[in-house]
């Protein structure tokens, strides 16, 4: 049996929805970055059980790949990595 397919962020709100919700948290929380953080779909990872984040902005892309590590419970050996809109960022 294979699973169902998860529709990405993207695919369940519009652009405007996205925006508008952006542009409020943003106004509420002024030293957050709004992320949404999804699971690549062949991959082994475990799914997330939150994909929402409001991450500090002075948070460096490496802290918030070992906060997702730990959320994931994954082995200390196992690889994360986080894309930026198809571009892998520096960590540091």
């Not at 405007?16 to 992320?35: A, H, L, T």
């Not at 419970?73 to 690889?79: E, I, M």
Request: with cysteine; net charge positive.
């Amino acid at each position: 049996m294979g699973r169902a397919k998860i529709q990405s962020f993207r695919q369940q709100f519009s652009f405007e929805e996205r925006c508008q919700e952006s542009q409020e948290i943003i106004f509420n929380y002024p030293d957050r970055v709004p992320v949404v953080v999804e699971r690549y779909s062949k991959t082994d990872l475990p799914e997330m059980e939150k994909r929402k984040f409001l991450v500090p902005r002075d948070m460096s892309v490496g802290q918030f790949i070992y906060i997702l590590s730990g959320r994931l419970h994954l082995s200390p050996g196992k690889a994360l990595f986080v894309f930026v809109k198809d571009t892998l960022p520096q960590t540091s």
